[in-house]
């Protein structure tokens, strides 16, 4: 097995969590959307998630109501020095965190003092911890003044995003190294405005086409933004990527293959990459492409149904070096498991990629696993379970190492 010294003494790793999922009390568009939608939510988790194996161990809370409401979520805004704490004891030397808009811009204009020193205190805590801050802007949520107007679908609305970014450069950028403008567009786009389970819940091209180009733009807002308070920061996205496979040899596959990678990883970030310092990814999907549709194998399968093929990181860590030239971060992994069966293998084979790919030449620089927490699943809720710490949200937040933490936690620190 790969050691920890066989990677530089200054690679970051870490968690990764989203302000949303994780802080609770947050008010947004999201939040909003959670309540007047959770009871359908519960009364269809039937027919959404019955085909899944881990259907009879999830169902008592699929069919819950208030396990689609974020509500006090993990409390890690009333927490978040005992979860500092946690990451230092696990031998992490990185944490990504976001910066919630609603609670900085509760209304438009106002800004709340409270809540722009609360992340400072944030961001202190981590950094007497020796652990580095990696600031996401933006991980979907939106203040719903900012909605009403029709948010990001709407380019005179990025000058409210602008007034946002520069405010948080302004606030923070001198204590930052690294930042990370965007998290996800292509997912967001995706499922907010191709499909209806996620706010707004419209089904729109032309508004699905407009988000995407006005987040392009948000990028490069927020990249100067950052530059002009700290010519020194770093700043990448983290976007989306899957690894995408032919299923046999066809030329028909290879090309599906190529075509679907290419529009799903690198569109947008190939229109930002001169305002990428790095190129941040997420990681979860291998996909394999046969007579244009997707044909995984039907195991292994995490609790959300997801084939798991934690190697084929290698692949794409490999892709995006040579597509780039620039250093890489994996700015989320993981692996919702719930009995905690497979995610000590996942790090296991993701750690063995990694070091393959620097070895050829890849200038990865960091890991950030999904999730610290167990956290809230956007449209899925409470049940799906991402964390290397368990959370019982019935026993006063009660947090517990998992099996897979606990490995984790030894690995990092052997030769520490
Ligand atoms: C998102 C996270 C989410 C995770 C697991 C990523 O797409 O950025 O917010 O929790 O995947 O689904």
């Known amino acids: 097995m790969i050691k920890r010294t066989d990677f530089p003494d200054d690679f970051l790793w870490g968690a990764s969590t989203a302000s949303h999922q994780v802080e609770g009390g947050t008010v947004n568009q999201w939040s909003v959307w959670e309540l007047a939608h959770a009871a359908d939510r519960a009364q269809t988790a039937k027919q959404r998630l019955d085909w899944m194996p881990s259907w009879p161990d999830i169902r008592h809370e699929a069919e819950d109501p208030a396990n689609y409401v974020s509500g006090k979520a993990v ?19 990185a944490f990504r965190f976001g910066i919630e808009w609603s609670r900085l811009q509760p209304t438009e204009g106002a800004w709340d003092v409270a809540a722009v020193q609360h992340y400072h205190d944030y961001i202190a805590a981590l950094r007497k911890r020796g ?30 995003w602008n007034a946002f970014v520069k405010r948080v450069a302004e606030e923070y950028a001198s204590d930052l190294r690294i930042v990370l403008t965007l998290n996800e567009t292509n997912v967001y786009s995706t499922f907010s405005y191709l499909g209806d389970e996620w706010p707004p819940g419209h089904k729109n091209v032309r508004e ?52 679907a990678g290419y ?60 597509r780039y030239g620039k250093p890489i971060y994996i700015t989320e992994n993981g692996v919702a498991d719930a ?5 000590q293998w996942w790090l296991e084979q993701t ?21 610290l927490l167990d956290n809230f699943e956007w449209a899925e809720g409470w049940w799906p379970k991402f964390g290397l710490i368990k959370v019982d ?21 052997a030769d520490t």
């Open 75 to 93: 409390d890690h805004y009333n927490r978040f020095e005992e979860d500092f704490d946690i990451v230092k004891v696990m031998g992490l030397n």
């Open 131 to 160: 652990i580095e801050p990696i600031l996401n802007l933006w991980h979907w949520t939106q203040p719903t003044w900012f909605t009403d107007k029709g948010g990001f679908t709407k380019r005179a609305n990025l000058v409210h």
């Open 208 to 259: 699905y086409l407009s988000v995407n180009l006005n987040l392009i733009t948000a990028h490069k807002q927020a990249y100067r933004a950052f530059k002009a308070v700290n010519p020194d920061v770093q700043i990448g996205m983290a976007q989306n990527m899957s690894m995408d496979l032919p299923l046999t040899d066809s030329v028909l596959d290879k090309l599906t293959a190529k075509v």
């Open 263 to 322: 529009a799903w990883n690198y569109t947008v970030v190939d229109r930002v990459k001169h305002y990428c310092d790095f190129i941040g990814f997420n990681y979860y999907f291998a996909n394999y492409w046969h007579d244009f549709k997707r044909h995984n194998p039907k195991e292994p399968l995490n609790d959300m149904g997801w084939y798991m093929e934690p190697s084929r990181v290698y692949d794409l860590i490999m892709q995006v070096h040579k």
């Open 339 to 343: 009995k905690d069966e497979h995610r």
């Open 351 to 371: 750690i063995e990629a990694m070091a393959k790919a620097r070895a050829d030449g890849a200038d990865l620089r960091g890991y950030m696993h999904w999730s």
């Open 393 to 413: 949200r019935k026993n006063g937040f009660k947090r517990t190492a998992r099996a897979s933490a606990k490995w984790w936690a030894k690995w990092l620190r």
